[in-house]
């Protein structure tokens, strides 16, 4: 499979530990984006790198919250002093700069779940 | 700020029936509109998207949309529904550069066999 991958797929974890998401694009993709998703709500925007330079970031990811790209490759999405808030689905996706994905057609990967109990 | 909104957070119908789902945004400048797809148990994925030419845009599994920039909205349509049609529809949009794409809160359908 060549899509987006991420894991773990589910992460429960108690209030104040340290959890980390992983994420590898698909191969050609130079933008990688973070997103979070809870019941009942579209995916909102947390932050976007465009190869390993971290481009934007929501004001929701509060200073708990650090992604990374390192070589521009595979992604990590770490929070730390989980709270029970943080419980969501936590996406990922990809997609190409120039020609058709001028247009920013996202590939998303399944997501990671996290609760925090 | 930039928004997306979306009608009706949940629809059910019976196969055969039309579909019609709605979507307003609100964002400056060019944009470019998509809609999502999340069926049971899978992906987020790319139904169809609009950034520029003929308005109504046709996508996969017979969905089409309409871009009416003047009422700054882009509605889902399918003439008849099916059952495998069950799932969760997410309206988004981004500028014309293609960067931050922002969603909808979705809507979920479910069509009766």
């Known amino acids: 499979d060549t899509g987006v991958s991420q894991n773990p797929r589910h992460k429960i974890t108690k209030r104040g530990q340290n959890v980390t998401f992983r994420c590898d694009p698909i191969?050609?993709?130079?933008?990688l984006y973070w997103y979070r998703q809870t019941l009942g709500q579209g995916p909102e925007f947390l932050t976007y790198f465009q190869n390993e330079a971290q481009l934007e970031k929501s004001r929701l990811l509060s200073d708990r919250f650090s992604a990374e790209r390192p070589k521009g490759s595979f992604s990590t999405l770490e929070i730390q002093r989980t709270e029970q808030g943080d419980s969501a689905m936590y996406l990922c996706a990809s997609t190409r700069r120039g020609g058709d994905s001028n247009t920013g057609e996202l590939f998303f990967g399944e997501g990671s779940r996290l609760t925090v109990l | 700020a930039q928004s997306v909104s979306q009608h009706n957070h949940h629809v059910i119908l019976s196969e055969a029936a039309s579909l019609e789902l709605g979507c307003n945004y609100s964002?400056?400048?060019?944009?470019?509109l998509f809609w999502y797809v999340q069926y049971p148990g899978q992906h987020l994925q790319l139904l169809l998207k609009y950034f520029s030419g003929d308005p109504l845009v046709k996508g996969i599994k017979g969905f089409e949309a309409e871009f009416i920039k003047s009422k700054f909205s882009f509605n889902l349509r399918k003439p008849s529904v099916q059952w495998s049609d069950t799932a969760e529809y997410f309206c988004?949009?981004?500028?014309?550069?293609?960067?931050?794409?922002?969603f909808g809160a979705g809507t979920r359908l479910f069509v009766k066999a």
């Open positions: 988004a949009v981004n500028g014309g550069g293609g960067f931050k794409t922002i």
């Open positions: 964002y400056g400048g060019t944009v470019n």
């Open positions: 191969s050609e993709h130079n933008r």
